[in-house]
DNA sequence: ACCCCGATCGTA
DNA sequence: ACGATCGGGGTT
């Protein structure tokens, strides 16, 4: 497994978005395969937080690719995104499913059940206990294991379709899975 | 200071 | 398919 470095995020966020898919994320003793992601891409994405500009909660969407993007949402759950893209262009790829690889235990007592462990954006913040407090702009290309990892796996097939939960932009179809 | 609503979840 | 839920971002 090695862990990829801060240049693989450093491009375009379509392409980073279905590059993603099967990788690997690691966060603490926890970890899991990355099978659906969503792309949020700057100013001309109405559904991208940074559309309006930078502002206090979207800031670290305008730093440096390879951090987490971590916010706070519905009042009750946090969502997981890793910045894509150059300083100043603000773009992000959402992370919204993975399947538990290691931690397993350990996700199933988070998460208070034994199914559906991280399925669902809210989900996997839960099982990799990820928030906004802990693990906004943390860095993904550091020296901790944290991060996501290539072990060789490729998806077959990849699919394509609008995003999810939201109300503009679904003419992009910018969420990808297999 | 406050109002509105959401990149969701779980159950029906 | 739909309702619960509520913190806080963004604007006043």
Redesign the pocket.
């Known amino acids: 497994m090695n862990k990829l470095p801060r240049s693989f995020f450093n491009h375009p966020t379509l392409t980073v978005a279905q590059e993603l898919l099967g990788k690997v994320l690691v966060i603490g003793k926890t970890s899991g395969r990355i099978n659906e992601v ?1 792309a ?1 891409i700057g100013q001309n994405d109405p ?4 559309c ?1 500009g930078k ?4 800031k670290v ?1 305008f730093g440096s690719a390879g951090h987490l ?1 971590v ?7 946090h ?1 997981a ?1 890793i910045v894509t893209e150059k300083k100043e262009f603000p773009a ?1 790829v ?1 992370v ?1 499913s993975i399947e538990p690889i290691s931690g397993i235990e350990l996700m199933e007592k988070r ?1 208070k ?1 034994k199914d ?1 462990l991280s399925d ?7 099982a990799l206990n990820m928030t ?1 407090k802990t693990n906004n702009g943390m860095d993904m290309c550091g020296k901790t294991d944290d991060g996501v990892y290539n072990d060789g796996f490729i998806p077959k097939k990849i699919k394509k379709t609008s ?5 503009v932009g679904l003419d992009k179809k910018w969420r990808f899975y297999y």
């Not at 559904?47 to 940074?50: E, G, I, P, S, T």
């Not at 916010?71 to 759950?77: K, L, V």
């Not at 995003?163 to 109300?167: F, N, P, Q, S, V």
């Open positions: 969503e949020y559904a991208c937080h940074a309006r502002t206090e909660r979207n969407m993007y916010y706070f949402t519905y009042g009750m759950y969502c995104n992000a959402l919204r998460r059940r559906h669902g954006p809210g989900k996997l913040c839960i906004k995003r999810i939960g939201i109300r």
